[in-house]
């Protein structure tokens, strides 16, 4: 065994690094995207696990591949078939152990500025203590006195986290826009090409939204019947059609030059996906036909075929369902969307138009590369400052468990979920994605009327 094989191990378990440190064929790591990674795999743990505590089948298969598993359930005393650890309320508890765990990070990383703080360390390491410490606040969430109590306070709690979480990310949906629409508009100083450019994205993204609407009024709508559908897909389709004008207005567009149709075209496409999303998850409509038969309206004849695998729809329905949450986390907790929701952009006369305009300009990692050891493989970012807010990560991660907890127990149809049948059909589900659809709307009218409200404020989109 080589002689610095424990050192790097102990690097590993209590080192700022993480695992990068301990695996020679891994490419070099940012030290920042190193302790992401590592919270985003805690993280990714713990909502596989409530995924598994929300399957109606898990409790058989264990009974029969656990040998002695009645004894063992009674002997830990979590009911006869071990009950009380399957089911939306042992969701609760483990997703109160996870939220729990993250705030308490948020408060111990408040005001950190320098990576070399003894807080800051702690932020960026000890991950096997870390883990031992998550995984004892899950535990210990089923020993909380008088759970029906904390059940019913708890899903009030998670409800009004899960909200703000997607109230954060429909708020960074629009300053994205507008950063792209910004950024594009910057190149067409230097380059008449970036008009193009924008002309043809926006059509694109035009095109995609008018398609969809009309596939859905095709599919979602029949002759006679279906007036909801009806009714929401007219609403949602005119309020594209609205926020596109007034985008466009001569009053809003001396207040904000950057104003534009490629705005409006993303909140389009933004608002025809939530408007897809939310009714292929409202329940059927039943009526009878000629022969007495039950068959359902209102939606395509093809989708009824996909909902009859159990098992591919579980699977892909939990993966994309964790894959949006971390990236929704991952990104919104960068430098400049951490400016953004307060307010603060970078300066018109700083942007420098790229195709990839989410990235750093090339070359920006070349000091960063300078501060590469021998020996570990990862790269010290932070030695001038910390490069995204350390509390505000965790409190995005605390908000993203709640909300974890709130999807995968079905909202508030949380007495008969299961995660078999929940990416098929449910009112909570539709309503939670059509507000979502509508808070976008507003937030993105928002920025654009609020100059005209308040002309003595400055507003920089």
């Known amino acids: 065994m080589p002689s610095g094989y424990p050192r790097t191990v102990l690097a590993c378990c209590c080192g700022p690094a993480g695992c990068a440190l301990c695996c020679g064929c891994c490419p070099k790591f940012r030290q920042s995207r190193s302790t992401r990674f590592m919270y985003a795999l805690y993280f990714i743990l713990v909502a596989l696990l409530c995924c598994v505590m929300m399957s109606k089948?898990?409790?058989?298969?264990?009974?029969?591949?656990?040998?002695?598993?009645?004894?063992?359930?009674?002997?830990?005393?979590?009911?006869?078939?071990?009950?009380?650890?399957?089911?939306?309320?042992?969701?609760?508890?483990?997703?109160?152990?996870?939220?729990?765990?993250?705030?308490?990070?948020?408060?111990?990383?408040?005001?950190?500025?320098?990576?070399?703080?003894?807080?800051?360390?702690?932020?960026?390491?000890?991950?096997?203590?870390?883990?031992?410490?998550?995984?004892?606040?899950?535990?210990?969430?089923?020993?909380?006195?008088?759970?029906?109590?904390?059940?019913?306070?708890?899903?009030?709690?998670?409800?009004?986290?899960?909200?703000?979480?997607?109230?954060?990310?429909?708020?960074?949906?629009?300053?994205?826009?507008?950063?792209?629409?910004?950024?594009?508009?910057?190149?067409?100083?230097?380059?008449?090409?970036?008009?193009?450019s924008l002309a043809l994205v926006t059509l694109v993204m035009y095109s995609i939204a008018a398609g969809g609407f009309i596939l859905m009024a095709v599919f979602y709508t029949q002759k006679d019947g279906c007036v909801e559908n009806k009714i929401l897909l007219g609403a949602n389709g005119g309020l594209c059609l609205l926020i596109s004008l007034v985008a466009i207005l001569p009053c809003v567009q001396n207040r904000q030059p950057n104003s534009g149709l490629l705005q409006s075209g993303l909140i389009s496409c933004y608002v025809t996906y939530l408007t897809f999303s939310a009714l292929s998850s409202k329940p059927v409509e039943l009526v009878l036909d000629d022969r007495g038969k039950n068959v359902t309206i209102c939606v395509p004849d093809f989708g009824q075929d996909l909902y009859r695998d159990e098992n591919l729809v579980t699977g892909l329905g939990t993966t994309l369902l964790i894959a949006c949450i971390l990236y929704s986390c991952l990104t919104s907790t960068t430098r400049a969307s951490s400016d953004a929701l307060q307010g603060r952009y970078a300066a018109p006369e700083l942007e420098v138009a790229r195709c990839c305009f989410c990235f750093g300009p090339d070359g920006e990692d070349t000091e960063e590369q300078q501060n590469v050891k021998e020996g570990p493989r990862v790269i010290y970012d932070e030695k001038k400052g910390t490069v995204y807010s350390y509390s505000y990560f965790h409190f995005v991660f605390f908000l993203a468990s709640l909300y974890v907890m709130m999807t995968v127990t079905n909202w508030f149809n949380y007495e008969s979920a299961n995660i078999e049948t929940f990416f098929s059909r449910s009112w909570s589900i539709f309503w939670v994605k059509m507000a979502s659809c509508w808070i976008c709307v507003l937030l993105y009218l928002w920025t654009l009327v609020a100059p005209l409200c308040c002309p003595s404020r400055q507003f920089s989109v």
């Open 57 to 196: 089948t898990m409790p058989k298969e264990m009974k029969e591949h656990i040998p002695f598993y009645e004894d063992l359930c009674k002997g830990i005393k979590a009911g006869d078939t071990c009950q009380n650890l399957v089911g939306y309320s042992a969701v609760y508890r483990v997703c109160f152990g996870m939220a729990c765990f993250f705030f308490i990070f948020c408060l111990l990383t408040l005001k950190i500025n320098n990576s070399k703080s003894c807080r800051a360390h702690i932020h960026n390491g000890f991950w096997f203590f870390k883990l031992l410490l998550l995984g004892a606040m899950c535990s210990g969430a089923f020993f909380i006195p008088d759970q029906e109590t904390f059940l019913n306070a708890w899903r009030y709690v998670g409800a009004i986290g899960a909200f703000i979480f997607i109230g954060i990310q429909l708020i960074l949906l629009v300053e994205f826009a507008h950063k792209w629409n910004k950024n594009w508009t910057a190149g067409t100083a230097s380059n008449k090409l970036w008009y193009a």
